[in-house]
């Protein structure tokens, strides 16, 4: 384990070194739990955005995406039960005044206790959660001597729920209550789904069952916000409304638990990483729910959630708008032999944080690799594994030396791939260095155009994982790498 942590820190280092994650506003210390993608890292962010977008949106018949505000109508989460009931129970230190979230701090302690003591711990937390049994969470913190990381004390609060939402203000009305122009930065982009949901079904004629996709950002005043851009503040969701007949959402709640977990297999998870978690307290709005998580380098956590949220959202945005948001079903209902008529559909959702998937795709991918070659001497590198499809950069050419003829027949190759997919161009160092540099970024496939190149129009292409070459026509690259790609 302690191997393992030095490994991340380690990737969080080299995600930085090679332009994929910085710390948000550096230059002044940074903003705890916000990062910036750099120019590698923003690129492999749209590629698995656009994986997820094009499996969701183009392979699916009957899923549309859409694309709503950050910021909605504040009584959008008083419908929703954010406003009541988005808040995680905390716990402060009275000497050191640092704040906890309860279940992180029992799991951190439970981690550093024998398997099953720590087993033990947890069911017996996830049992008080349960029950909104605060002076009981409490009791379990203080009978378990679990004492704060700073001050070393066990001299604690008691447990009390912290809202996680973000306010703002909203527009330059004056006024002199500051609730009027009060709006929240929305927590999830589910919410901008269920609002939409009868302009989406009316303009683009939907037929139950649906979804509806979007991605976007969502804010999050995490408490405890740790493991690099596993908990952040401000951090992108995608998620999948999908609105059913009431009564079949456990159907289709199994049918998205296999479909969502066979997705992150083909995005090159491995299956023996990922795991289904029921959860054992479910949210205000559920009548099922399972994480589907991913075994990252800290253990076992949530990358996914799946929820079923029964008609909870539309019925209440129902009530608070005084809009009637209904779906007439003319489906022939077996039992009465008439259409099922007007109701309010069920939904099941599909949620994945982008930047938790991110770090499951960077968390498998980073290798440091050591081997000794065939002259006996050592050699290394760090690699990032990162499958073909979603690499930043597919291509790097590399022209061995800047003269005789050699760059202009590699501008050439960059001038015939560009189009098709990311290309790197590069005639400085060894070509040993090059390489070097292309594997710790991430780049599956390298070609250097050499003097032979001159003569018969075939270069060498390096493959990233393999580290073999061979030799292929000039003409056949851009066919060669498409191929891999897609
Ligand atoms: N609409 C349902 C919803 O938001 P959630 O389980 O709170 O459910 C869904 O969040 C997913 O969003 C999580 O599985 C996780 O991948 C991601 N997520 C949640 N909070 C996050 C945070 N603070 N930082 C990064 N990702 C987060």
Known sequence: MANEQNNFAELISHCKEYGYIFQSSEIYDGLAAVYDYGQNGA????????????????LHDNIVGIDAA???????????????????????????????????????????????????LIEQMEALLANDDYLGLKALIEDNKIACGISKTCNWTDVRQFNLMFKTEFGAVASDNPDDNMVYLRPETAQGIFVNFLNVQKTGRM???????????????????RQFIFRMREFEQMEMQFFVRPGTQKEWYNFWKEERKKWHESIGIPAEKLRYHD????????????????????????????HSRTDFDLKNHEKYSKKKIQYFDNDIDPATNKPYGNYVPY?????????????????????????????GTEDSR?????????APTKLAILPLTK??????????????????FHCFYEEKDTIGKRYRRMDAIGTPFCVTIDHQTKEDNTVTIRYRDTMTQERIALADVKKLVLGKIS
């Not at 962010?45 to 656009?50: A, E, L, V, Y």
């Not at 760090?382 to 979603?390: F, G, N």
């Not at 003269?403 to 098709?420: R, V, W």
């Open 43 to 58: 690129q492999l962010k749209k590629n698995i955005r656009d994986q997820w977008w094009k499996s969701m949106t183009q």
């Open 70 to 120: 950050i910021f909605m109508h504040p009584t959008t989460w008083k419908a929703s039960g954010h406003v009541d009931n988005f808040s995680d129970p905390m716990i402060d230190n009275k000497d050191s005044k640092k704040r906890y979230r309860v279940d992180h701090l029992i799991e951190a302690h439970a981690e550093t206790l024998p398997e099953a003591d720590g087993k033990a």
């Open 207 to 225: 037929k139950i069952p649906f979804g509806i996709a979007q991605t976007g950002k969502a804010f999050r005043n995490e408490i405890v916000a």
């Open 279 to 306: 959860h054992a307290k479910l949210a205000h709005y559920a009548d099922a729910a399972l994480d589907i998580e991913f075994e990252f380098p800290f253990g076992w956590k949530e990358l996914e959630g799946i």
């Open 347 to 375: 939904v099941v959702e599909t949620s994945v944080g982008l930047d938790r998937l991110f770090l499951t795709v960077i968390s498998l991918a980073y290798a440091e690799e050591k081997w000794t070659k065939e002259d």
């Open 382 to 390: 760090v690699v990032l594994r990162i499958p073909p499809k979603i």
């Open 403 to 420: 003269k005789d003829g050699l760059p202009e027949i590699a501008e050439a190759l960059m001038a015939e791939c560009k189009p098709h």
